[in-house]
């Protein structure tokens, strides 16, 4: 039986680079693979790109409110596939992860899921709470914090300024940077304290 994969880490700890790897891997020995992300993420185009410079694009862009499985099912075709590999997949809804799920059961093909954990406010973001509560194997890809502990948390930074509220998704059109901090350097930077973000409807 196949089983769905989330591995899940702070900014900058490799989870491209991880996925790419298992992809070679796969395909080292023979085995087809098909690779996706969310539409939403637009950083690299339709690319899955990791810190090192290996790229490659992805063979099919997860659109808002679409279908995963009918997704996987035309980009498939009638070849067989082994496995499914997902980047960024925080930003896919509870639905699409659910699908994920069916697709390893159902089509048994393993899909192994890449993202982060929570956002800049220490959110858990829909996608990656969903993978939490089903996934079969939970892995954490570890990095480490500028102080030398291993980083929890992703601090936003805008106009040189850490920032603990506003948007969870900011991709396009801003000045947002990112750098992953300890517990302790997280809160020196929120000024001793956990922020309380207002959260929307939809989170």
């Given at each position: 039986?196949?089983?769905?994969?989330?591995?899940?880490?702070?900014?900058?700890?490799?989870?491209?680079?991880?996925?790419?790897?298992?992809?070679?891997?796969?395909?080292?020995?023979?085995?087809?693979?098909?690779?996706?992300?969310?539409?939403?993420?637009?950083?690299?185009?339709?690319?899955?790109?990791?810190?090192?410079?290996?790229?490659?694009?992805?063979?099919?862009?997860?659109?808002?409110?679409?279908?995963?499985?009918?997704?996987?099912?035309?980009?498939?075709?009638?070849?067989?596939?082994?496995?499914?590999?997902?980047?960024?997949?925080?930003?896919?809804?509870?639905?699409?992860?659910?699908?994920?799920?069916?697709?390893?059961?159902?089509?048994?093909?393993?899909?192994?899921?890449?993202?982060?954990?929570?956002?800049?406010?220490?959110?858990?973001?829909?996608?990656?709470?969903?993978?939490?509560?089903?996934?079969?194997?939970?892995?954490?890809?570890?990095?480490?914090?500028?102080?030398?502990?291993?980083?929890?948390?992703?601090?936003?930074?805008?106009?040189?300024?850490?920032?603990?509220?506003?948007?969870?998704?900011?991709?396009?059109?801003?000045?947002?940077?990112?750098?992953?901090?300890?517990?302790?350097c997280y809160l020196t930077e929120s000024g001793g304290s956990m922020p309380r973000p207002v959260l929307s409807a939809a989170e």
């Open positions: 039986m196949a089983k769905l994969y989330f591995r899940y880490g702070a900014m900058n700890s490799g989870k491209s680079t991880a996925l790419l790897q298992a992809a070679f891997n796969y395909e080292e020995r023979g085995h087809r693979v098909l690779l996706a992300k969310p539409g939403i993420d637009t950083k690299a185009d339709g690319a899955i790109s990791s810190r090192l410079g290996v790229s490659r694009e992805a063979d099919f862009l997860i659109g808002a409110g679409t279908s995963v499985r009918e997704l996987f099912a035309a980009c498939r075709g009638t070849a067989p596939v082994h496995a499914l590999l997902v980047d960024e997949a925080q930003f896919l809804d509870s639905a699409q992860v659910d699908a994920l799920l069916e697709i390893a059961l159902l089509e048994d093909v393993p899909v192994l899921a890449y993202g982060i954990r929570t956002d800049f406010r220490t959110v858990a973001f829909p996608g990656s709470r969903r993978l939490l509560e089903i996934s079969h194997s939970i892995e954490e890809l570890k990095t480490i914090c500028r102080c030398g502990r291993k980083a929890l948390f992703n601090a936003r930074i805008e106009n040189g300024r850490f920032v603990f509220s506003g948007e969870q998704v900011v991709i396009d059109g801003t000045e947002a940077g990112y750098e992953s901090l300890c517990g302790n």
